[in-house]
T-cell receptor, first 114, second 113 residues
């Protein structure tokens, strides 16, 4: 089955700096890669996603890049703000197991310091 | 409602007790998923429904776990004879269909004492 690894596990940045979180996946058939933000006591919230036919996608301060050859994808947050502090999860969805379940990374605790 | 609703938000069960967790998906969403999230970990897939059909239950950890969605809308995850290792947040997600965005509920935090 799919295996997703995520780094770093914790990330501390100064307000206004950029933050980068990286993930790798194992199943070359995976074709959909969402990123979720989870605040304490809440469920994961989708912030951006990318499909395998696209190399990069941007939405305001958030961007995601995908390298299918290397099976890497990354989340980039620019001009970080204190409200960006949360746990971020990458995930991958492939064609195995019915083709609809997400395999998540272990999460990155992002702290944006004033 | 506007989002995925789960109840109860918190559940404390004595070891050996049976529990039932409810999920109300977004209206019109055909696909429904259950995930288990242990403390400090990412969500792990349990099971998946397309309408009332349970198409994948490969993630259910044991035969003590049972999920149903009899009318293709509300779903219930039942855990029989709860054990301490069942303590986790149970997340429900729904999506319009295959290959579409999944929306998560706030989860039910289960603590087995």
């Amino acid at each position: 089955g799919e295996n997703v690894e995520q780094h770093p596990s914790t990330l501390s940045v100064q307000e206004g700096d950029s933050a980068v979180i990286k993930c790798t996946y194992s199943d070359s058939a995976s074709n959909y890669f969402p990123w979720y933000k989870q605040e304490l006591g809440k469920g994961p919230q989708l912030i951006i996603d990318i499909r395998s036919n696209v190399g990069e996608k941007k939405d305001q301060r958030i961007a995601v890049t995908l390298n299918k050859t290397a099976k890497h994808f990354s989340l980039h947050i620019t001009e970080t703000q204190p409200e960006d502090s949360a746990v971020y999860f990458c995930a991958a969805r492939g064609l195995t197991g019915g083709g609809n379940k997400l395999t998540f990374g272990t999460g990155t605790q992002l702290k944006v310091e004033l | 409602g506007a989002g995925v609703s789960q109840s109860p938000r918190y559940k404390v069960a004595k070891r050996g007790q049976d529990v039932a967790l409810r999920c109300d998906p977004i209206s019109g969403h055909v696909s429904l998923f259950w995930y288990q999230q242990a403390l400090g970990q990412g969500p792990e897939f349990l099971t998946y429904f397309q309408n009332e059909a349970q198409l994948d239950k490969s993630g259910l950890p044991s035969d003590r776990f049972f999920a149903e969605r009899p009318e293709g809308s509300v779903s219930t995850l039942k855990i029989q004879r709860t054990q301490q290792e069942d303590s986790a947040v149970y997340l429900c997600a729904s999506s319009l269909g295959l290959n579409t965005e999944a929306f998560f509920g706030q989860g039910t935090r289960l603590t087995v004492v």
